[in-house]
């Protein structure tokens, strides 16, 4: 089976630009779960998708992130404008139901210079 | 802000010794997951303990919760180099919208180094 999809694995932007991450989820799973990682702390949930709808977005900072999962498969996450302290790893993980164990991609790691 | 707060932030061991850290929470649970994080590389789930048990074994781990406390201890016995990384507990807990537990808060995590 594989696993949680993410591209790219690396992204260095300047502060101000723009940025988007993709997500390609496990078959079958209708959960999806964008987290921010920033070092040396744990992953912080940023918004969660049951099929194409949101389930919980409180921790998404909507002035300047977005996420979007139209077909209830694949998602992507941007950031526009990006700023210094969103350098931080963005994982995506999957879960056939909103209760059950989740599934990690192995993350995005974007640096804001 | 995080839920959990593991200790110790970090420990070093040796081959062959058990190592254990522990995880505190402040508010009611559905359940605590624990997960393993290897350096550059994503969360791997480890092991699911439900508020209503308090111990749960797999393999060389074994993972205790006490509710009463708001803690949880993952054990992990004869380790070895493999298992140097990062473990993080993480709590479920209900959602109002859908009445299940999906949101899951993680804690700040142990940084564990097992030396030969």
């Known amino acids: 089976e594989a696993g949680v999809a993410q591209s790219p694995r690396y992204k260095i932007i300047e502060k101000r630009q723009s940025v988007a991450f993709w997500c390609n989820p496990i078959?079958?799973?209708?959960?999806l779960y964008w987290y921010q990682q920033i070092l040396g702390q744990g992953p912080k949930l940023l918004i969660q998708?049951?099929?194409?709808?949101?389930?919980?977005d409180s921790q998404l900072p909507k002035d300047r992130f977005s996420a979007e999962r139209l077909k209830g498969v694949d998602s992507t996450l941007k950031i526009q404008p990006a700023k210094l302290e969103d350098s931080a790893v963005y994982l995506c993980?999957?879960?056939?139901?909103?209760?059950?164990?989740?599934?990690f991609g192995p993350g995005t790691r974007l640096t804001v210079l | 802000s995080q839920q959990g707060e593991e200790d110790p932030q970090a420990l070093s061991i040796q081959e062959g010794e058990n190592a254990t850290m522990n995880c505190s929470y402040k508010?009611?649970?559905?359940?605590l997951q624990w997960y393993r994080q290897n350096s550059g590389r994503g969360l791997v789930h480890l092991i699911l303990?439900?508020?209503?048990?308090r111990e749960k074994h797999s393999g060389r781990l074994r993972v205790t919760l006490d509710t009463s406390k708001k803690s949880s201890s993952l054990l992990i016995t004869a380790s070895r180099a493999a298992d140097t990384a990062s473990y993080f507990c993480?709590?479920?807990?209900?959602?109002?919208?859908?009445?299940?537990?999906?949101?899951?808060?993680f804690g700040t995590g142990t940084r564990l180094q097992v030396t030969l």
């Open positions: 508010t009611s649970i559905n359940n």
């Open positions: 993480a709590t479920a807990l209900s959602t109002i919208n859908t009445g299940t537990a999906s949101k899951l808060t």
């Open positions: 993980a999957s879960s056939s139901g909103p209760a059950n164990t989740q599934y």
């Open positions: 998708f049951q099929n194409n709808g949101v389930v919980d």
């Open positions: 303990i439900r508020s209503n048990e």
């Open positions: 078959s079958g799973h209708a959960t």
